[in-house]
């Protein structure tokens, strides 16, 4: 059923259209794709509707991003998120 | 960049948000309809972008939906539009919305705010790892995404919601190891007089109920998952019997495998845009912070209507009436039509009582209960965000002597991450007042400046805010 695909770091990602980047990945078997600041511990995806900004990761370079609100798109380069990303974003 | 000037600009489209559009239109109102999402259906109607088809076995009232679809056709539509603010102005109000960075301006006589909620969380050791997710976000997954959560999944908390969520799992193939609910579901029938009226929605639990029976899916009332164990993921949950204050039964603790876990524990409505136009509050019977709304879901400030969950957690079929309430009200104020009490009829006021006496008795018999409290742990994390720990927050309050849920948050930072106390509040808030022997306020976290990140560059030029 994959019809198209992304990077995340150095491997290939299938997913369905419509699919967020956060969808695909754990799809994909994947199930985190950033460090937190302090303690440097694992997160994912927790709440899937944009809530919780456990999700953030970073795509075609730019940090800080919802992996479950995107829509995957062909070719991105998707990447781990490690620490505070960058504080661009005003919350 | 700013559009045409609407009568009615509705926010939200969901099941609430859809249903006032409707109306609005139906009313001969120029209607704009905004929603973050890329497409409308709000949380109930989720599906993945053009293909409702695809998840249709996975949802209920899909006639109502389509039919809501073509006659808001008519309306303009505002999708992929995240709201930060809205503003008041000499004739009427201002919908600020940002796409791709870029703010979009939406003029409007009236409003119609149907924003919904999120899953109400509870923290528990270890439901910071990676594969425990909002009881929300995994049914998001699936309806939206066609994703599962896990191959072999635990549900757990409180509330009817969970009984979807697991049967839709079991019915894309995922194993559900257990549904693991806190109270005893026995109060619905000490509450049958409130429930009675509304058989539709007893007869979709029961088709839940079936569901989980043919799936083999065990059903377990007054437990709970108390923590969560793995490395970098969850790789088994502890589930114990619950005491009737929710303290853990000595010596009933159970291991469950699982790869996945979807825990909530009821919904905290997003409150962010009604606070932002200044509509007064009230506490709920399940002690969330709600818009208070009159006969025809007007809010306290003039011209603003709210439907759905913002003014009361009830579930897709109440926020589909009180939509269709609020969009003809809001439409008669815009276009100059008499919008006296006698204009919502009387067919939507009865359905509006039937439901919301159902969502009474459903809060009433799905509380969250103290014991949770004893669940955690030192370590275990209240704040995901900012990492606080409940020993963290336990030393703003007892040596700090921090006593109301705002200096604990400003002395320990748990509520002041990304995600601005959405997930911790409510926890943040009970436990606080529970270590400082003042009351609980539930209030506390609900109002935010902004409603959605944006750029810093677009704060800076409304000075004002
Ligand atoms: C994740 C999740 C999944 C759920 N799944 C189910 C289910 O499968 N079955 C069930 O019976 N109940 C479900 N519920 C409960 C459900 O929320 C309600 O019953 C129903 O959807 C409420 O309708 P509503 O119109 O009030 O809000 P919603 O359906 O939540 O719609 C609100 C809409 O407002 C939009 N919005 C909010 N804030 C902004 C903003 N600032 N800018 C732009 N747009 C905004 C959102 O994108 C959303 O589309 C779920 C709840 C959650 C949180
Ligand atoms: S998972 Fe919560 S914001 Fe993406």
């Keep these: 059923m994959t019809e198209s695909s992304f990077t995340f770091d150095d491997r290939r990602v299938g997913f369905t259209a419509g699919q967020t980047v956060g969808a695909a990945l754990i799809g994909a078997g994947i199930r985190s794709w950033r460090t937190t600041r302090v303690e440097g511990r694992p997160r994912g995806v927790f709440c899937g509707i944009g809530v919780c900004f456990d999700c953030l990761i970073t795509i075609d370079g730019v940090p800080n991003q919802r992996a479950c609100l995107i829509a995957a798109q062909p070719g991105m380069a998707v990447r781990t998120q490690e620490g505070g990303g960058r504080d661009q974003l005003a919350v | ?465």
Aim: glycine share 12%.
């Design chain 2, 1 to 465: 960049m700013t559009s045409s000037r609407f009568d009615v600009a509705v926010v939200g489209a969901g099941p609430g948000g859809l249903a006032a559009a409707e109306a609005a239109v139906g009313a001969g109102a120029r209607v704009a309809l905004v929603d973050g999402a890329g497409q409308p259906g709000g949380q109930y109607w989720r599906h993945p972008a053009g293909d409702l088809d695809a998840v249709a076995d996975l949802h209920h009232g899909l006639k109502t939906f389509r039919a809501q679809v073509r006659a808001v056709d008519a309306a303009t539509t505002f999708f992929g539009h995240q709201v930060w603010t809205i503003e008041k102005v000499a004739a009427g109000f201002v919908v600020r919305a940002v796409v791709a960075g870029t703010e979009v301006e939406i003029a409007a006589t009236s409003l119609v705010l149907a924003p919904g909620a999120y899953d109400r969380q509870l923290p528990f050791p270890g439901w910071d790892l990676p594969g425990v997710y909002t009881a929300g976000g995994a049914q998001a997954l699936l309806k939206g995404n066609q994703v599962l959560a896990g191959r072999r999944v635990v549900v757990g908390g409180t509330g009817p919601f969970l009984l979807p969520v697991a049967s839709g799992l079991a019915a894309r193939g995922a194993k559900v190891a257990g549904v693991f609910e806190a109270n005893s579901p026995l109060g619905w029938v000490r509450r049958l007089p409130a429930v009675l009226p509304v058989a539709g929605k007893l007869t979709e639990g029961a088709g839940y109920t079936a569901a989980l029976a043919r799936h083999r899916v065990p059903y377990r009332s007054r437990h709970a998952i108390v923590a969560a164990h793995g490395t970098d993921r969850v790789t088994a949950v502890t589930v114990a019997r619950l005491d009737r204050d929710w303290r853990i039964v000595a010596g009933s603790q159970q291991r469950v495998e699982c790869d996945a876990v979807a825990v909530g524990w009821g919904f905290t409505p997003q409150l962010e845009l009604p606070l932002a136009v200044g509509c007064a509050t009230r506490v709920d019977v399940d002690g969330s912070v709600v818009v208070q709304v009159d006969e025809a879901q007007r809010s306290s400030v003039p011209g603003v209507y709210v439907a759905g969950e913002a003014c009361g957690v009830g579930g897709a079929a109440l926020a589909t009436v009180e939509g269709a309430v609020a969009g003809r009200a809001a439409a008669a104020v815009a276009t100059g039509r008499a919008a006296g009490a006698g204009a919502v009829p009387r067919r939507l006021v009865g359905q509006r009582n039937r439901l919301r006496a159902f969502a009474s008795a459903m809060h009433r018999t799905h509380p969250v209960r103290d014991g949770w409290r004893d669940w955690l742990t030192d370590e275990t994390l209240v704040c995901r965000c900012e990492e606080v720990s409940a020993g963290r927050l336990r030393e703003a309050t007892d040596e700090l002597g921090a006593t109301d849920a705002r200096s604990a948050k400003l002395l320990s930072r748990a509520g002041m991450g990304w995600c601005q106390g959405r997930v911790c509040g409510y926890a943040t808030s009970c436990l606080v007042a529970a270590w400082s022997g003042r009351p609980f306020e539930p209030g506390a976290a609900a109002e935010r400046p902004v409603a959605v990140p944006i750029p810093l560059g677009l704060l800076s030029q409304h000075p004002g805010t």
